[in-house]
């Protein structure tokens, strides 16, 4: 039955009156102008378009369109000139007191977190700083309110990346760099927004039970925007590529996992119901994401054109989009210059307005039926493709820098961040339940893991990393341009589009799935493993943790860091999800700070080390001493030192454990952090400390490795466990030079080192080298 409709006015009274609002807020902003500006100007070009004959609505509906601007004009005048002095204007050292924006980000022995400023030295002032100071064995958490006494300074000049621009993105404008002191005083959030926090960390905890790294850490960014836990290159590559809005919590992120959202649930459900079950989703997201401002106004952007398409409206979605932009801005007119909302609002005009044009567009070029697995991946395509049109234009005037493989990136990768967001979802609901978690970690790891293979890929493409700034015009140009390509567009597929017909093949897409699915779990499940003896150096940046298994028991030497860099390492190596018991050498961040995130991510059973760092790290379990014996499986673990007199040694260093791992005729030697006094002690002390393969002390840290200590234990494989660029400058170049006898490996060049044996032979292996 065909329906016409009565063509509406292209501009309704409600869509000029939001634009005059917004256009004189946008007056205020730009030109820094009193209200009554704005306002003259609104009155100037009215009374020439009425004149002229082309103005778009009555005399009236003018004349209220500009007392509108002049309005949107005051707010934000009033607000500006209300609002405290702001820390972007502090310098030197002070006291600032506010809330922490996020969970503290720990990367190696280091902690990073946002801070809300709510007063300097006792004065009311606002703004965001990053503070980045030691880890703390609890972090800070996002809604505790910090007091933090440092030097405060603007963000550094990193080369190659506007740092400063990318702070600005998030509201940060100034930092802190090893505060003198910082405390918790208390909770700065209301309880219910701490309850929904706490609802995202169990999502977090899911995902990361359910899937390896590095497939958990994109899928914790995916779904709720954790950013803590990706590896550097895979950030590098994600920024290079311009898809790092797909992990980040924002209203760009909200507005492309919406926009996908919608074509996957019409696979199962018409499109009217689709979209009832997507708004009835909203909160549950909210909720999961941990309510951040800038995610709720984008909820509330998209909220309007889903409840229009439920109901059978034919609202334009730029209308629904318009109204909300205007009625955000005039709750809160400092939204007219948050990055955040720029961000969100250019986002969901994309989906809104640029992505339907490209779908009906392409479905009619291609002849494809309006419904089925082909429609929903063209309709994940073009919202993807529009949200990156519409956003590129503020991210190069945040960031300076413009990413020529951005829109092409973002539709080439818009299906694998359709099923990566499907599995994060999954993780983050039923990662709790061990079986689910157990196929999700088999099966589920396909998708997150083929995502970031692709963005590397892209991210290596001629001209990647070139590009810089645009000036103003270019930006302005770049709209209108689109613009008309959006128009051309809706007119082609308005002109071209065939009777379409219901799609067909549903069933068998999902019987192949399915399939696809048991043959993943069972084929995994049924590979056959060899029967050797294993140590892994893992790599874990500036730390120390090594991994050692046989016959079905996994013992693991230290824990590393506290940034959780050693379950990412594990899950790498595939280390399964139980250690059975943990040796901690010493009571250093970098050896023992990993301990409180890798029970979060393994069922972890018994710990032992010296009395001092179980109770320095408030662990619970048995205390081992020099001539205790180990065995895990085939192998055997026995302790060397420090010797029972501690005296004999000249620092903390030398207290260290320090073990041999034995399986058959082959011999390991794990020194920790021993410096020369305990190595000393070793070579007199009897012990046999000659080894096939010795991890070299410190991190080859010019402290240790002294001549007689290598000499004695003249090995034929040497490893080093370090940090990449790390700022103690380990190794030194006269300790590797000690060495010069023996197969050298690097974790920061080779990546996690394993050893292999089967008690005679022995086999060496780099993660990235060999």
């Given amino acids: 039955m065909n329906r016409t409709h009565a063509a509406g006015p292209l501009w309704p009274p409600i869509a000029i009156l939001a634009t005059a609002y917004l256009l004189g807020t946008a007056a205020s902003v730009l030109l820094d102008a009193p209200w009554w500006q704005p306002l003259a100007i609104g009155g100037v070009l009215a009374l020439a378009a009425r004149l002229a004959g082309v103005a778009p609505a009555s005399t009236t509906l003018l004349a209220a369109a500009v007392v509108l601007a002049g309005v949107g004009g005051a707010r934000w005048q009033a607000h500006d000139h209300a609002a405290p002095p702001h820390v972007s204007a502090v310098r030197g050292v002070h006291v600032l007191t506010g809330t922490a924006r996020e969970d503290a980000t720990v990367r190696g022995t280091l902690a990073r977190v946002d801070v809300a400023v709510e007063a300097v030295d006792g004065a009311p002032s606002a703004g965001g700083v990053r503070v980045t100071m030691l880890a703390r064995a609890r972090p800070v958490r996002a809604g505790e309110r910090v007091r933090v006494t440092g030097t405060v300074e603007p963000p550094p000049d990193i080369d190659g990346f506007d740092y400063a621009g990318y702070l600005r993105s998030r509201g940060i404008v100034a930092t802190v760099a090893y505060p003198q002191r910082m405390e918790v005083v208390g909770d700065g959030w209301p309880g219910w927004r701490l309850a929904l926090r706490g609802v995202r960390r169990q999502a977090v905890a899911n995902i990361e039970h359910a899937l390896p790294e590095p497939a958990s850490a994109l899928a914790a960014g995916i779904l709720v925007g954790e950013r803590g836990e990706l590896p550097a290159q895979i950030a590098a590559d994600l920024r290079t590529t311009g898809t790092t809005h797909l992990v980040v919590v924002s209203g760009q992120n909200v507005a492309v996992a919406l926009g996908v959202l919608l074509p996957l649930l019409t696979l199962a459900l018409p499109r009217r119901r689709a979209a009832m079950l997507l708004l009835l989703l909203l909160p549950a997201y909210v909720a999961v994401v941990g309510g951040d401002p800038p995610v709720v106004r984008a909820a509330l952007m998209a909220a309007g054109l889903v409840v229009a398409g439920a109901l059978g409206r034919r609202t334009p979605g730029w ?43 392409a479905l009619a070029a291609l002849r494809w039926p309006d419904e089925g697995v082909r429609a929903a991946l063209v309709e994940t395509v073009a919202t993807s493709a529009g949200a990156a049109a519409c956003v590129l234009p503020v991210q190069v005037a945040v960031f300076e820098r413009f990413t020529p493989w951005s829109i092409l990136a973002n539709v080439l990768v818009a299906p694998l961040y359709e099923a990566a967001l499907l599995v994060s979802a999954l993780a983050a609901g039923l990662g709790w339940w061990s079986p ?14 083929a995502f970031l293979h692709a963005v590397a890929l892209l991210a290596r493409l001629p001209g990647a990393q070139a590009g810089g700034a645009w000036p103003h015009w270019a930006g302005l140009a770049w ?46 499940a049924l590979t056959r493993s060899e029967r050797l003896d294993e140590l892994v150096v893992l790599d874990v940046g500036q730390g120390s943790a090594t991994l050692i298994r046989s016959r079905g028991t996994s013992v693991l030497v230290d824990v590393g860091p506290p940034d959780g860099a050693t379950a990412r390492a594990l899950d790498a190596v595939g280390a399964g999800r139980r250690i059975d018991l943990v040796i901690l050498t010493h009571a250093d961040a970098d050896h023992a700070g990993g301990l409180a995130r890798l029970r979060e991510r393994y069922e972890v059973g018994q710990v032992v080390g010296s009395e001092d760092v179980l109770r320095a790290w408030n662990a619970e379990g048995s205390a081992v001493d020099i001539g ?28 260290s454990l320090v073990l041999v791992a034995e399986s058959g005729t082959r011999r390991v030697l794990l020194t920790a952090d021993v410096e020369a006094a305990g190595e000393a002690w070793l070579v007199a002390s009897g012990w046999p400390i000659h080894a096939d393969v010795e991890v070299v002390p410190h991190h080859g840290s010019k402290s240790s490795s002294s001549v007689p200590f290598v000499r004695a234990v003249s090995p034929a494989v040497a490893v080093v466990s370090v940090g990449a660029r790390n700022p103690y400058g380990h190794p030194a170049e006269e300790v590797l030079s000690r060495y010069s006898g023996s197969r050298l490996y690097r974790t920061d060049l080779a990546g996690s080192v394993t050893l292999s044996t089967d008690g005679r032979r022995l086999w060496v292996r780099g993660s990235r080298t060999d």
Avoid: C, Q
């Avoid at 689910?436 to 893991?449: D, S």
């Avoid at 051309?488 to 999902?510: D, E, H, K, N």
């Avoid at 055997?636 to 207290?655: F, H, I, M, Q």
């Fill in 479 to 524: 709209y209108a341009g689109l613009a008309a390509v959006v128009a051309a567009l809706t007119r082609f597929g308005r002109r071209a589009a065939p009777a379409l017909a219901p799609a067909a093949g549903r069933g068998l897409a999902r019987t192949v799935a399915l399939a696809a699915v048991v043959v993943a779990v069972w084929g995994a």
């Fill in 319 to 361: 209308l629904w989009l318009l109204l909300a932009a205007t009625l955000m801005v005039g709750h809160d007119p400092s939204s007219a210059t948050d990055v955040s909302f720029l961000l969100s609002a250019t986002a969901t005009a994309g989906v809104l307005v640029v992505a339907p044009a490209l779908r009906n567009a």
């Fill in 628 to 655: 205790d014996r180990i065995r895990a499986g085939d192998w055997t673990l026995t302790v060397l030192g420090p010797p029972v007199d501690t005296s004999k040694v000249a620092s903390e260093n030398d207290r």
């Fill in 436 to 449: 689910a978690a157990t196929v999700l970690h088999l099966a589920g790891r396909a998708a997150p893991e």
